[in-house]
Each structure stands twice: as structure tokens, then as C-alpha cells.
């Protein structure tokens, strides 16, 4: 069982910047895709980066791409997200997410609002 707990979030102006931490129990860490996901008020929740288990593959939602970049530390079994230039439209609840073949695992969320 992996247990995944997001931390980081916040107030920020427009502009700002935030870094999500999500840090998992286990051992498996390494051994996981780690994918982060965000969810708007009245929205559905939306993908927003992935990164592959050793960190060299990532990918991203073209509305983050260039200004979030996601990464992690399999020594610390955390994956991060530092977000630059944060827009009013990414308020939301972050989640991390872990996945291998048919398992999929969630953390409860933290919240990032992006306001002046």
C-alpha cells in the first residue's frame, strides 16, 4: 500500500510561484509513474504533468507547458511540482497521483489559489 501526501500550496499573486511536494510512503516509489492533477471549483479534475519512474520521460498539459515543471527524488520518494508565473486560472486542489499496471493511488489534495 502507498500512501501519497501532498504539501506546499497556498496564496500567491499573479506572477508567483509556488513548489507542490507530494511525499509517499513505501517502497515501491521508485517504481512508479507519478502524475499531478488539478481540480477547479465547478470543473472536472484535469491532468496537468507526468513523469516517468526513473524522471528522464515528462510531459505536460499544453496550459502549464513552459511555466510548470515537474521532477523527483526517488532517494527522498517525492515528486514536485514548481509552478512559475501562476495565473488566476490555476486556482485549484492539486492532487499527486501514482500509478503501476493496474494500481493507482491518490493523495488528499492541497490547495493553491492564485489571487490578488
Known amino acids: 500500500q502507498v500512501q501519497l501526501v501532498e504539501s506546499g500550496g497556498g496564496l500567491v499573486e499573479p506572477g508567483g510561484a509556488l513548489r507542490l511536494s507530494c511525499a509517499a510512503s513505501g517502497s515501491i516509489f521508485s517504481t512508479l509513474n507519478m502524475r499531478w492533477y488539478r481540480q477547479a471549483p465547478g470543473k472536472e479534475r484535469e491532468w496537468v504533468a507526468t513523469?516517468?519512474?526513473?524522471?528522464?520521460?515528462?510531459n505536460y498539459a499544453d496550459s502549464v507547458k513552459a511555466r510548470f515543471t515537474i521532477s523527483r527524488d526517488n532517494a527522498k520518494n517525492t515528486v514536485y511540482l514548481q509552478m512559475n508565473s501562476l495565473k488566476p486560472e490555476d486556482t485549484a486542489v492539486y492532487y499527486c497521483n501514482g500509478w503501476i499496471g493496474p494500481k493507482s493511488y491518490w493523495g488528499q489534495g492541497t490547495q493553491v489559489t492564485v489571487s490578488s
Open positions: 513523469i516517468t519512474p526513473g524522471g528522464r520521460l515528462t
